[in-house]
């Protein structure tokens, strides 16, 4: 099993910025793709950005473009969320995510199999 915890969230004005965490532990980390969702209240929750075990493919939700950034570092067993340009929009809670097997489309949840349990964002207008 991997598991998986995530840090960084907080409270933070409009256009402020914040880099989340997520460290893994019980497996090796370097050989999963790994991700983010989101999930604001009420609704379902949704993909912010993923990256390849290798590092090769990164894919980001549009209304992310040019203001978020996913990294890893495998020798830390931790991934990143830095965030940019905060917007009001972005308040949600944040989940990592990890899979171990293949699939092309990573935006769907049902395409990872760990989760962590979630750190909250509240971006102040």
């Known amino acids: 099993q991997l598991q998986l915890v995530e840090s960084g969230g907080g409270l933070v004005q409009a256009g402020g910025s914040l880099r989340l965490s997520c460290t893994a532990s019980?497996?090796?980390?370097?050989?999963?793709?790994i991700g983010w969702f989101y999930q604001a209240p009420g609704k379902e929750r949704e993909f912010v950005s993923a990256?390849?075990?290798?590092?090769?493919?990164?894919y980001y939700a549009d209304s992310v473009k040019g203001r978020f950034t996913i990294s890893r570092d495998n020798a830390k067993n931790t991934m990143y969320l830095q965030m940019n340009n905060l917007k009001p929009e972005d308040t949600a809670v944040y989940f990592c995510?990890?899979?171990?097997?293949?699939?092309?489309?990573?935006?769907?949840?049902?395409?990872?199999?760990?989760w962590g349990k979630g750190t909250h964002v509240t971006v102040s207008s």
């Open positions: 995510a990890a899979t171990g097997r293949y699939y092309r489309d990573l935006k769907t949840p049902a395409a990872w199999d760990y």
């Open positions: 019980g497996r090796t980390f370097s050989s999963y793709d």
């Open positions: 990256i390849r075990w290798s590092g090769g493919s990164i």
